[in-house]
């Protein structure tokens, strides 16, 4: 699925979107607690990539975290900005963060790879080391399930990663894993985290792909 068509489908029901999703009331407590957690041991500057209408941006940054909002969506950052004035937010992509190597504390990413292509994904787990500092922290928020599968989300077709296999695809980019969980949601639906560490001295080396 391309960004083009991802980004299509989240314009057309942006309002709706925003409507179900864009206050932090709504998410749940597991979670808030564990971002919590995380946003008191992050250090140094955060991007929350795939910020959305800009509810975790906001979160993030009453917690005392030092956080700047990312969404390719335009109609988000819009929202995020009339909604949250105080905070910052940016245009911009999961794979190209705009960011110079090591000059971010953590990347918040929650949910925002879920629309990813799995042959795509090395590409923003790459972008995300090249910009964490060593010890840094990354956050990501996906939907889990036994197989590699997409599925029918609200907006657009989506994906379910084995937990394992997602965490292999981070720790590969050069992050050592410190955390899963996971929950069910509802029938049919399993939400899953993982929180991670950037390798000290590592330097991604991908293979060669014909």
């Given at each position: ?16 979107y925003?409507?179900?999703v ?81 000059a ?25 080391a ?39 695809k ?35 080396v ?5």
């Amino acid at each position: 699925m391309s960004l083009e068509s991802v980004l299509a489908a989240y314009g057309a029901r942006a309002g709706e979107y925003i409507d179900v999703v864009g206050r932090i009331d709504n998410a749940a407590a597991p979670d808030l607690m564990l971002v919590q957690r995380w946003a008191h041991s992050v250090e140094g500057r955060v991007l929350d990539v795939g910020c959305g209408p800009g509810q975790w941006t906001h979160y993030l940054a009453g917690l005392g975290v030092d956080v700047e909002g990312l969404d390719p969506v335009a109609e988000f950052i819009e929202s995020a900005q009339a909604t949250y004035p105080d905070e910052r937010y940016r245009i911009g992509r999961a794979e190209a963060l705009g960011v110079g190597d090591g000059a971010l504390g953590g990347v918040f990413a929650w949910y925002s790879l879920i629309h990813t292509d799995p042959k795509q994904i090395d590409a923003p787990l790459d972008e995300f080391a090249r910009c964490i500092r060593p010890r840094g922290g990354l956050v990501l928020g996906f939907f889990t399930g036994s197989e590699l599968a997409p599925f029918e989300h609200a907006v657009t077709t989506a994906y379910c990663w084995p937990l394992d296999l997602l965490a292999s695809k981070v720790e590969a980019a050069g992050f050592a894993v410190t955390h899963t969980e996971s929950r069910a949601d509802r029938p049919g639906r399993t939400l899953a985290t993982i929180l991670a560490t950037r390798t000290v001295g590592s330097q991604l080396v991908r293979p060669l792909r014909p």
